[in-house]
């Protein structure tokens, strides 16, 4: 192979090691084969690249490489979402400025990237179609970037979502352009139209019964409405302590703050850019209830039981819960990508610990929803190898074709696929088969109901929470199914 239009302004060293990490990637075994076992080598290769000492200007130069290795046999489309996520992920959890502006150097290089197949044929329509979805996932990064960074990376940045949103517009697939990768009504995923939810129904479904906190952050997936209104709508569920309650969560309607309710307005907060000092304060109210072993309790004694689950009432606020610390910790991570504030902070340091500790020690018959919220966790504290061990041994637990049993649940009670990954480029989405992945994503799509809603798969504690809850999940599943395009 020819690598003589890459190698003109490398110097030789670096073209070396390029060349010899190149070599370890198996691409041709890409095709067909999860990429968490294939492709290992890939994020190896792009780490090299981001903190290896490389000008600038070789940034084209090396994605073209790459690009040799890929498009040159025929890997062009295996390969991109390997690159692309990874990249994205770089630039969100990387905090010094001359990392980040690397990895744009190659986000830009190969948003400029063309596949070499005929542009006329369907091959070519076909590769762009995966390059724009690898690009789409990369947008949310790209726009925290924009929103966070030095102003030369701030500028790569919103160019480079512009650039998402022209390149969509040329393909056919203006949709991407909307917050969040959403494609809306008349899109598809995966190009399967059955994977097309009806958005008009869903909206009229949230605006008929969610809350106005739903409705507010539809509006904001869908880029209707502005981050002003969501923190206005979530404000009133916040406490003077900093923490939130007041119903937060459907079934736990004590005006008490709460974990729980804590854990939901994490997940809110991760959507928006600016939050001013809510999401320290916040943690600092988690800190104080934190228990010694650096774990959050389940849930803390209130007196207004009205409307409240049993098991939020009987809750032990003496003993430590994996699964309230790590589906926490989990959103704080998401929260801290470009906030050092959050990303510095004490107790998501001794939450992460505490997590990491008890998932290694979890017994050989975990809970579902301990399962899930550890995986929810390991996805977002970064590639390392203690995680992606976990992560391996906890998938055993999952049934990719069904439903994942719920211990003591009520009957017919369990957990779905894509409850376990609900966002594709992480580490645990590689771990399933894409097949399976597929498979539930139809079944998710096939979900809306013809009120225009979606369903949860528990048991609501009152008629209220359960048209609260199916306005969330409603929520949930068009930004399930919008990051899939």
């Known amino acids: 192979m020819d690598h003589g239009v890459v190698s003109v ?78 990249l994205a992920r770089w630039i969100m959890v ?19 990237l063309e596949p070499e197949t005929d542009p006329a044929g369907p091959d070519w329509l076909a590769e762009q179609q995966v390059m724009l979805a690898a690009l789409a996932d990369a947008r949310e990064a790209l726009l925290d970037v924009a929103q966070t960074s030095e102003p030369s990376n701030a500028r790569t940045a919103q160019d480079l979502v512009d650039r998402i949103s022209s390149v969509a517009g040329h393909a056919g697939h203006a949709d991407y352009a909307g917050a969040g990768g959403y494609a809306g009504a008349g899109g598809s995923a995966a190009n399967n139209t059955s994977m097309t939810p009806d958005l008009d129904a869903a909206v009229s479904f949230v605006a008929t019964h969610g809350r106005i906190l739903e409705r507010r952050r539809l509006d904001l997936l869908l880029g209707r409405g502005p981050a002003d209104g969501v923190l206005a709508a979530l404000d009133a569920y916040r406490n003077g302590d900093g923490g939130y309650g007041w119903g937060l969560e459907p079934d736990l309607r004590s005006a008490t703050s709460q974990p729980v309710a804590a854990m939901h307005a994490l997940e809110v907060l991760s959507e928006i850019p600016d939050a001013g000092t809510r999401p320290v304060e916040l943690c600092d109210w988690l800190a104080r209830y934190t228990l010694a072993d650096g774990g959050v309790p389940f849930g803390l004694p209130f007196t207004d039981v009205e409307g409240c689950a049993p098991h939020w009432v009987a809750a032990d606020p003496a003993v430590s819960s994996l699964q309230m610390t790590a589906q926490l910790a989990a959103q704080a991570y998401r929260v801290a990508r470009g906030r050092r504030e959050v990303a510095g902070q004490l107790w998501l340091s001794r939450a992460t610990a505490y997590c990491l500790d008890a998932i290694e020690r979890l017994p050989d018959e975990p809970h579902a929803y301990e399962v899930m919220f550890a995986l929810h966790f390991l996805d977002e504290i970064g590639d390392q190898p203690r995680a ?33 990954t609900p966002r594709p480029g992480t580490a645990v989405r590689a771990a399933f088969a894409p097949e399976s992945v597929e498979a539930d994503l139809r079944r998710l799509a096939s979900g809306q109901q013809p009120d225009g809603g979606w369903t949860v798969g528990f048991p609501a504690y009152s008629p209220a929470a359960e048209l609260e809850w199916r306005a969330y999940a409603t929520l949930q599943a068009l930004a399930t199914l919008g990051a899939t395009r």
């Open 9 to 86: 302004r490398l110097d030789p060293e670096t073209r070396d090691w390029i060349l010899r990490d190149l070599s370890t990637v198996p691409w041709r075994s890409l095709r067909g084969a999860r990429p968490g076992e294939s492709a290992s080598a890939v994020p190896d290769l792009l780490t090299a690249l981001v903190t290896k000492t490389a000008e600038p200007a070789d940034y084209r130069r090396i994605i073209r490489l790459i690009s040799d290795e890929v498009v040159h046999d025929g890997m062009y489309a295996e390969a991109a979402p390997y690159i692309v996520p990874y």
């Open 94 to 112: 990387e905090p010094a400025e001359s990392a980040r502006a690397a990895a744009l150097g190659l986000l830009e290089a190969l948003a400029e």
């Open 388 to 420: 992606r061990t976990l992560i391996d041994r906890l998938v055993r637990h999952v049934v990719q074709d069904g439903l994942t049993p719920v211990a003591g649940g009520a009957p017919g009670e369990g957990l779905h696929l894509l409850d376990f």
